[in-house]
């Protein structure tokens, strides 16, 4: 054995050494480090795989979300989590927390703060219970509720604007945005004393901070709002009053933009250079982003290499423990709400052609705006997609949820009769092209216009001319067996997010509001429901597609 002599201090020092590389975070002593993001969006109150509506299994929620979350952590210690936004509204779980505050923390944010999220952005949905509700799931959470471009009335940030996180050595900022349409949608009492800067100009103010005030190495933002472009071809889409994306990603100094509001699943793609990832709704999937960084002697950290891809809750991802004791007691009565029997239909309430001709289910839901308000008109839309509507038989409260899953309050506005006829001029809109085949009168969406912005007016008749140009297609409009002047008034029902001019109803921004009505519109249906025990299906027939239709001049008609 050869002996060698010992130096004071230098096992202090050999062991410092040892330590340091286990501390180091990995590839750092070679300068390389990879720092995992992922993130949610739009996650809408959905804990488990279960559709509420339909009381059946889908392949969505927190749970399974974060069980994958989970399995990263393990493999990557450089892991950052955020979500873009519209958290605590969405499901019946978050809608009867809203409705008793009292009883608890928010499940969704006490969800959240669990599985250790790191940030989010502020949605637009999260305003849909009022201020109240919304501090009161922020103060609960553990994690900050970002959103740089709501101000309050005097200017100042209503939220914080930014997080910066060190990982792995690497300073991370992350700037939150929302979506600048909310007073277009939103009522004033929801968000009182607010207002919306526009995303990039809060971007061009605050990336420059975070690059040389706060020594960022790489900056994300976090944002509640999608791509105002198609991807491919960068052709804008006219969504530039809700959807700022690119606007943001021509600002300079921004490394990612983590987006949501629009519920898509976009890989990760580059738009104007800027890499870009949207994931989906509802915890479908979950997105992932790895970041390489290397690092120079002079430079500091450097972006070598993004990586994305968009991770599925299908049946394959286990059941996070943590999320499902969290969501137990919520999901019990949120099932159990839903599957209460409130009616009985003596008949069918088809809903696939109402967009086609007047139906008795969109007649009973503005029958029931006008009896709630004594509003002389009322205006609605189907709101789903498709919805087969209700057949004959019992009515469950999921059967309403399914019409009318918005959390919409009831409004009142004061109209004339060109208000009236804008309004059903707009919805005329849909119909995008009219042509005969076989006999038939065959019509197509109007491409990029939301089947829920085509509103119906129960009170007056009227018929649409899908043939004539667009502008003149309302034909026959009487009120009481009248025909409607342009300087006519009326009250006219409508949900809280029309009453603010949205979906393209501009002609109602602005007008006066003479009524407001507390309970959403779903749960007067639902009362309503409930009062009558049986409903029958009863269609007046007062608005009709129907093209102009005269007599050929050379056709002799005989007395």
């Not at 050869?2 to 201090?9: D, H, L, T, Y």
């Not at 009022?130 to 959103?147: D, I, N, R, Y």
Request: glycine residues 8%.
């Amino acid at each position: 054995m050869i002996s060698r002599p010992f130096f004071p201090g230098a096992r202090t020092a050999v062991l410092a050494f040892a330590l340091s590389l286990i501390s180091s975070p990995p590839g750092a002593a070679d300068g390389t480090v990879v720092v995992t993001i992922l993130q949610t969006a739009d996650l809408h109150g959905h804990f488990l795989p279960w559709d509420y509506a339909r009381a059946q299994k889908a392949d969505e929620g927190l749970a399974r979300v974060a069980s994958r979350i989970a399995t990263i952590r393990k493999e990557t210690p450089n892991v950052l989590l955020l979500d873009a936004g519209d958290t605590i509204q969405g499901t019946p779980v978050e809608f009867l927390h809203a409705k008793h505050p009292e009883s608890g923390p928010d499940p969704m944010s006490a969800a959240m703060s669990a599985v250790k999220y790191d940030a989010m952005a502020v949605g637009n949905h999260d305003f849909n219970f009022g201020l109240a509700v919304l501090h009161k799931a922020q103060k609960e959470a553990t994690f900050p509720w970002l959103s740089a471009n709501t101000r309050n009335a005097d200017g100042s940030a209503a939220f914080q604007e930014y997080l910066v996180k060190t990982v792995a050595g690497v300073r991370i900022g992350i700037l939150g945005l929302t979506t600048p349409n909310i007073p277009n949608w939103e009522p004033e009492r929801n968000r009182p004393g607010l207002k919306w800067e526009d995303p990039a100009i809060t971007a061009r103010r605050l990336v420059p901070v975070l690059r040389e005030k706060e020594k960022c190495d790489f900056v994300a933002i976090l944002i509640h709002s999608g791509p105002e472009v198609n991807l491919q071809t960068g052709e804008p889409d006219g969504t530039d009053a809700e959807n700022r994306v690119a606007a943001v990603s021509k600002v300079p100094g921004i490394d990612l933009l983590l987006t949501g509001h629009t519920h898509r699943r976009i890989p990760l793609t580059r738009l104007n250079g800027v890499p870009i990832i949207q994931p989906g709704r509802w915890g479908d999937v979950l997105a992932r982003i790895d970041v390489t960084f290397t690092r120079g002697e002079k430079k500091g950290w450097t972006v070598a290499d993004v990586k994305g891809e968009l991770l599925p809750s299908d049946g394959s991802v286990s059941l996070d423990p943590v999320v499902v004791a969290i969501a137990a007691p919520h999901d019990a009565a949120a099932r159990a709400y839903m599957d209460e029997k409130i009616a009985i239909a003596d008949g069918d309430f088809p809903g696939t052609r109402a967009r086609l001709e007047d139906s008795a289910l969109l007649d009973f839901e503005s029958d029931t705006m006008r009896l709630a308000t004594g509003a002389d008109l009322a205006m609605t839309s189907l709101l789903p997609g498709r919805f087969e509507g209700w057949p004959k038989g019992p009515i469950f409260v999921r059967e309403v949820y399914g019409l009318y899953p918005y959390e919409n309050q009831l409004v009142v506005v004061e109209i004339d009769g060109a208000t009236l006829k804008a309004c059903l001029e707009h919805a005329a809109e849909f119909y995008g092209a009219a042509a005969w085949e076989g006999g038939r009168l065959v019509l197509k969406p109007k491409e990029n216009m939301i089947p829920y912005n085509f509103d119906v007016i129960q009170g007056a008749s009227y018929r649409i001319d899908p043939t004539a140009p667009v502008g003149a297609r309302v034909k026959d409009l009487a009120f009481r067996g009248r025909p409607v002047p342009p300087g006519d008034r009326f009250t006219l029902a409508v949900n809280s997010y029309r009453a603010q001019g949205s979906g393209g109803y501009t002609a109602l921004k602005g007008a006066k509001v003479v009524k407001e009505i507390q309970e959403e519109i779903r749960e007067l249906l639902i009362a309503r429901l409930k009062e009558l025990g049986h409903v029958f299906p009863v269609t007046d027939r007062n608005w009709v597609v129907a093209p102009d239709v005269v007599w050929a001049p050379a056709t002799n008609i005989r007395e």
